[in-house]
């Protein structure tokens, strides 16, 4: 590929213990990803949704790993991102939450589990409120309650130093698309690097994962859809389609939840994480040790023991592993 050229959107299609799929919900089409695993009709449903300037691949750890414990595991590429569609809109609250309710049924299941980082995060948390009977549970990486997000950047300076910068930067036209595409995506690992743990930065994994982040944002249309999520959610503040949303949001969830934040994550503080039990009055917090901002990518296998057994105890159930993350 040349330096100028950009890449085709099936180029994310990386082959592995995995099925690639296109799946229509909600009016446009998703690219998805399946483990492998023996059919089983009652296995049970785990969508994992990936965050900002990233795509399914960010889960493969969890694809392969959770479907070893019986779930029926599928990663997707959100709304504008990797070989899903990318319309011109559908980037608010609403719709993102209206897209994994539609995925849910489409994929032929009545309810799921949701497991979400960062902006992946914030859908499921929308879906959770917005669509309560499809969502028996949910599990975040570095992903607060979008209310609490809102109240720790508004009031905590630390918190505002780290996350304001960016978010504001990317309100501008044009600038945000041409600052992540250009030098073939070498923004995206910037990003990445300043927000993962530093012992894994210097592993082979992350050259590769900072590779394919490159190129899946020079996806002709991924940058511009990314920078629409943000947009919505600055933009949304002063209209009232917006302050509907945050007053809906503002519901007491009764489900399961799992939070978790890497130690070493420089970008979402603890104490920011730690905002919002009234919201949740069912959630755990987990810290993962060893980790930055991409605790599912940078320890894995912790991650994974944390989805598979301590959902058990937060339930007070006691059963097969795969009972874990759904168990009511």
């Not at 995060?121 to 929308?126: K, T």
Request: aromatic share 8%; charged share 25%; proline share 7%.
């Amino acid at each position: 590929m040349s330096s100028n050229s950009f890449p085709d959107p099936s180029s994310v299609r990386y082959g592995g213990p995995w099925t690639h799929r296109d799946v229509h919900a909600n009016g446009i089409r998703f690219h998805v990803v399946e483990a492998d695993t023996p059919e089983r009709s009652d296995a049970p449903l785990v969508l994992l949704l990936h965050g900002f300037a990233d795509f399914w691949w960010s889960w493969r750890h969890q694809l392969t790993g959770l479907a070893d414990h019986g779930y029926r595991t599928v990663a997707v590429d959100l709304r504008g991102y990797g070989d899903s569609d990318k319309p011109p809109r559908g980037y608010d609250g609403w719709t993102l939450a209206g897209d994994i309710a539609g995925l849910i049924r489409a994929l032929g299941h009545t309810e799921a589990t949701l497991v979400g980082h960062a902006d992946g995060g914030l859908v499921c948390w929308a879906t959770a409120v917005l669509h309560p009977r499809l969502v028996r549970s949910i599990a975040l990486v570095s992903s607060p309650h979008p209310a609490a997000l809102k109240r720790a950047v508004l009031r905590d300076s630390a918190q505002r130093a780290t996350w304001l910068p960016d978010f504001l930067r990317y309100q501008l036209p044009r600038y945000p698309e041409n600052l992540l595409t250009r030098d073939q995506g070498a923004e995206i690992e910037r990003l990445l690097r300043a927000r993962v743990g530093e012992s894994w930065s210097r592993s082979a994994e992350f050259t590769e994962t900072a590779a394919r982040m490159r190129e899946a944002i020079r996806i002709p249309g991924a940058a511009h859809s990314a920078l629409e999520y943000q947009r919505w959610a600055f933009r949304s503040q002063w209209r009232p389609d917006g302050k509907r949303f945050m007053a809906t949001m503002r519901t007491p969830i009764d489900i399961p939840v799992l939070a978790l934040r890497g130690e070493q994550d420089p970008y979402l503080l603890p104490a920011t994480v730690r905002r919002g039990a009234r919201l949740s009055p069912r959630r755990t917090l987990v810290t993962i040790p060893d980790s930055g901002h991409y605790a599912h990518q940078e320890n894995p296998t912790r991650v994974n023991e944390v989805l598979t057994t301590r959902w058990r105890e937060q339930n007070g159930v006691n059963g097969s592993p795969k009972d874990d993350l759904v168990s009511p």
